[in-house]
């Protein structure tokens, strides 16, 4: 069973958090039933404590998302519209037949197939479920140490892409088609190219997805493009068959392909989210763990989530 300090710690966070969220971004079921599972789950056995304690940074990264809605980014500095739309024509823009210069976006929208709309929507529904299986796939692996080191440069390039929201709102590509060059409060996610495949397979994934999302102003950096890529950078350090560092290499380019195609980011959005990925990396190796008291800290946290073997 858990300690009372654990108990304590348990049952402090969980308040703290729904109690922030209630009052400042609004209490919804699923923060009850997902309180309630950390809880279960802490409690019930050694092996399910550690893996939530495990998983402690992609609940953080979860919760820090929803906390976004406490102070939206375009109430901090000024929305891009224009700008980086014009940025992207410049640097990327293509030619089209009658001679309009078009961003890749607006080129992709006119050639579109159904293949590419099944393939897209596979891939971005990969962004977050994919990293987190690869980082359980280190953690019953038994290698801890590179888990925490995956999953901890995960929070922290989430940190940094959120920095980025907030020091340079932007509007995605699919905003400028529905709604011009002018800030317009309030405007609710779109699923742009994904909805596509919500009307191929009769799903509605994108709708319940982008209909939730906590600010459509957040487009750099792409994240989606970020997420995957730290897997594969882990995959290679960590002890992964070739074949999940295939498929994570594929799954990362298909992400940024259909983050153009699909009209949900720029190329520039998704240069700056694998320049977050990097960044993230190398800050975490090549700083933070030369740190003496945070690489201990590192360590007792593995050892505390560690499966010892029967």
């Given at each position: 069973?858990?300690?009372?300090?654990?108990?304590?710690?348990?049952?402090?966070?969980?308040?703290?958090?729904?109690?922030?969220?209630?009052?400042?971004?609004?209490?919804?079921?699923?923060?009850?039933?997902?309180?309630?599972?950390?809880?279960?789950?802490?409690?019930?056995?050694?092996?399910?404590?550690?893996?939530?304690?495990?998983?402690?940074?992609?609940?953080?990264?979860?919760?820090?998302?929803?906390?976004?809605?406490?102070?939206?980014?375009?109430?901090?500095?000024?929305?891009?519209?224009?700008?980086?739309?014009?940025?992207?024509?410049?640097?990327?823009?293509?030619?089209?037949?009658?001679?309009?210069?078009?961003?890749?976006?607006?080129?992709?929208?006119?050639?579109?197939?159904?293949?590419?709309?099944?393939?897209?929507?596979?891939?971005?529904?990969?962004?977050?479920?994919?990293?987190?299986?690869?980082?359980?796939?280190?953690?019953?692996?038994?290698?801890?140490?590179?888990?925490?080191?995956?999953?901890?440069?995960?929070?922290?390039?989430?940190?940094?892409?959120?920095?980025?929201?907030?020091?340079?709102?932007?509007?995605?590509?699919?905003y400028v088609v529905l709604h011009g060059f002018d800030f317009q409060l309030g405007t609710?996610?779109?699923?742009?190219?994904?909805?596509?495949?919500?009307?191929?397979?009769?799903?509605?994934?994108?709708?319940?997805?982008?209909?939730?999302?906590?600010?459509?102003?957040?487009?750099?950096?792409?994240?989606?493009?970020?997420?995957?890529?730290?897997?594969?950078?882990?995959?290679?350090?960590?002890?992964?068959?070739?074949?999940?560092?295939?498929?994570?290499?594929?799954?990362?380019?298909?992400?940024?392909?259909?983050?153009?195609?699909?009209?949900?980011?720029?190329?520039?959005?998704?240069?700056?989210?694998?320049?977050?990925?990097?960044?993230?990396?190398?800050?975490?190796?090549?700083?933070?763990?030369?740190?003496p008291a945070f690489s201990r800290f590192i360590s007792r946290y593995a050892r505390y989530?560690?499966?010892?073997?029967?």
């Open positions: 069973m858990p300690t009372r300090k654990e108990n304590i710690a348990l049952f402090a966070s969980l308040a703290i958090w729904l109690s922030v969220t209630a009052i400042f971004v609004g209490f919804r079921p699923e923060h009850f039933w997902l309180a309630l599972l950390i809880a279960a789950l802490f409690l019930t056995t050694r092996v399910s404590r550690k893996i939530v304690v495990a998983l402690l940074p992609f609940i953080i990264f979860g919760i820090s998302y929803d906390w976004m809605n406490i102070v939206h980014n375009y109430e901090v500095n000024p929305v891009d519209i224009r700008g980086i739309y014009d940025t992207e024509k410049a640097l990327f823009g293509i030619t089209a037949a009658d001679g309009t210069l078009l961003t890749p976006n607006e080129f992709f929208a006119l050639h579109t197939t159904p293949l590419l709309d099944f393939l897209g929507g596979f891939f971005y529904l990969c962004w977050v479920p994919v990293p987190i299986l690869f980082g359980l796939y280190l953690f019953f692996n038994r290698q801890q140490k590179i888990y925490l080191h995956f999953a901890l440069v995960f929070l922290l390039v989430n940190f940094i892409g959120f920095a980025g929201y907030y020091i340079h709102p932007a509007a995605p590509p699919w609710p996610g779109d699923t742009a190219g994904l909805g596509a495949f919500d009307q191929m397979t009769g799903l509605g994934i994108f709708r319940g997805l982008y209909g939730r999302n906590a600010n459509v102003f957040a487009a750099v950096p792409s994240l989606h493009s970020a997420y995957t890529l730290v897997a594969f950078i882990y995959s290679l350090k960590a002890r992964s068959p070739r074949w999940i560092q295939i498929l994570l290499a594929v799954i990362t380019l298909g992400i940024w392909f259909t983050a153009v195609y699909t009209s949900h980011h720029y190329i520039i959005d998704v240069s700056l989210g694998i320049l977050c990925a990097l960044l993230g990396t190398l800050l975490f190796e090549g700083v933070l763990m030369r740190i989530i560690a499966l010892r073997a029967a």
